[in-house]
């Protein structure tokens, strides 16, 4: 299926560059609003964002083209991505829409779609909505006396503070734990240090002063260096560090070791598992999730399921087998008991809920499994498929058979940039490093047909 706008997380790209322009988001807004008009009631979207500077604009576009298409919104502000999912449904409306490109720098951003239910689009709706965005808009419009409305809404954090409390039993508090925080100067800068302080948790909170242009900007999940030294500095029990949009989450142990989603999705798959409370007899993941998981889940009688890379794949997956854990490597932790997409902070309560009740430190509490040696690396291409090319195809094939039934190799293009991900995983680190090193010499030599 050719995609014109989305990708594999709504749309993205640079602010003021096509496709991130005010006038695509303006017509994103009535195609999406004209696709999900049905019935005679005063439809309703949630507009929320993160604090990207382009936000502002990407959010007067949208609001013009929702009301044009007869919709009222309902806009937010800067809160998290599970959040507007979460308010999607509480609200009652009919289409959410999260302004916010996730972990990526200040300089781009994104539209991502949450349908009535709380979950992001299927690849069919999307397609739909392309495919009217390109249309004349003239038809699509709501007559005069039927344009819709906006509105602020006052209150959404509060909102979102108690819903993210009440995934913690009543009887579980923070209290005797030294937590340090990086909101990565994005969505969750005011929630997340609330939540974890009205849960009785000492708080040391970074990343809460963004200016438009310091979202990620060495910190958060992506740069967790600061956060490791603001745990060492404080003497943190924990650390935990959001993204932009805080819909992922790594941890930061006492020792200051990095704990990456495999190892947390193993935490609380297993504990969910002993508590009874474990759908599924396993967790779901993507194929970038390490071997080592597989054979920790297998090991305890559990399965992996893996998906193609998106946690909207993952959550398609968990709700067509009835799981009720999944994730990725990189954070995204979807907990389907309490909500609909990935939620970085409702994870890490999980997980402070299992270092309270086993009274150890976070090190041996996190460290489920060891992790097989694994390498990623990126290559740049200018242009066609790559992955096409003969000598590639070739290099790729030697590749799998070199590993054999050692390890894994997963190439993929990126569905953000015009990149291709190469990473292998095995129990010999010579191996996978020649291994992959190799195959990005032979795709960086591909040249794009005239």
């Known amino acids: 299926m050719t995609r014109r706008y989305f990708g594999t997380d709504g749309i993205r ?21 004209t696709t999900f008009r049905r019935g005679s009631h005063r439809h309703r979207v949630v507009i929320g964002k993160d604090t990207r500077l382009s936000g502002y604009m990407l959010e007067n576009a949208l609001v013009a083209g929702f009301t044009a298409a007869g919709v009222d919104a309902f806009v937010l502000g800067p809160i998290p991505t599970p959040a507007v999912a979460m308010l999607t449904r509480s609200l009652r409306c009919d289409i959410g829409v999260m302004i916010s490109a996730s972990h990526n720098p ?48 006052d209150g959404v954090h509060d909102r979102y503070i108690e819903f993210a409390k009440r995934t913690l039993p009543r009887d579980v508090t923070l209290s005797g734990l030294r937590v340090a925080i990086d909101c990565a100067n994005g969505a969750a800068y005011k929630v997340a240090p609330a939540v974890l302080w009205e849960l009785g948790a000492e708080v040391v909170a970074i990343g809460t002063d963004p200016n438009g242009t310091n979202i990620n900007l060495n910190c958060g999940s992506m740069h967790p260096e600061a956060l490791v030294a603001k745990v060492h500095e404080v003497r943190a029990d924990i650390g935990i560090a959001l ?7 790594i941890i930061v142990d006492e020792k200051g070791r990095i704990v990456d989603g495999d190892q947390l999705m193993a935490l609380i798959g297993e504990t969910w598992a002993n508590d009874g409370l474990l759908r599924g007899q396993g967790i779901v993941a993507t194929i970038m999730s390490n071997l080592g998981l597989e ?62 009740r086993l009274s150890k430190p976070v090190s041996e509490v996190c460290h489920r499994f060891e992790p097989v040696p694994q390498l990623l690396k990126n290559v740049r291409f200018a242009g066609g498929k790559p992955l096409e090319d003969k000598q590639v195809k070739l290099a790729i094939a030697e ?14 293009p990126s569905g953000t940039e015009p990149l291709i991900r190469v990473m292998a995983e095995g129990d010999d680190p010579g191996q996978i490093e020649k291994i992959v090193d190799g195959l990005i010499d032979v795709i960086a030599k591909v040249r794009p047909a005239a």
Do not use: C, W
């Open 106 to 153: 200040y300089q781009d951003n994104g539209i991502k779609l949450f349908g009535p239910d709380g979950y992001k689009l299927s690849d069919e709706i999307e397609s739909q909505i392309e495919d009217m965005v390109d249309k004349d808009i003239g038809s699509q419009l709501a007559k005069s006396e039927s344009i819709g409305r906006a509105k602020r809404i």
């Open 399 to 412: 590749a799998q058979n070199a590993l054999s039934d050692r390890g894994r190799l997963v190439i993929r």
């Open 243 to 249: 993204d932009g949009d805080a819909d992922r989450v």
């Open 295 to 356: 054979r920790f889940m297998s090991d305890r009688g559990m399965t992996l399921a893996r998906t193609s890379v998106g946690d909207r794949y993952v959550v398609e997956h968990m709700r067509k087998n009835d799981f009720n854990v999944g994730g990725e490597q990189s954070g995204h932790i979807v907990l389907s008991d309490f909500g609909t997409t990935g939620d970085g902070l409702v994870a890490a309560l999980q997980v402070l809920v299992a270092v309270k």
């Open 13 to 33: 790209g640079q602010a003021n560059t096509f496709p991130m322009t005010p006038d695509l988001a303006m017509r994103v807004g009535i195609a999406v609003g």
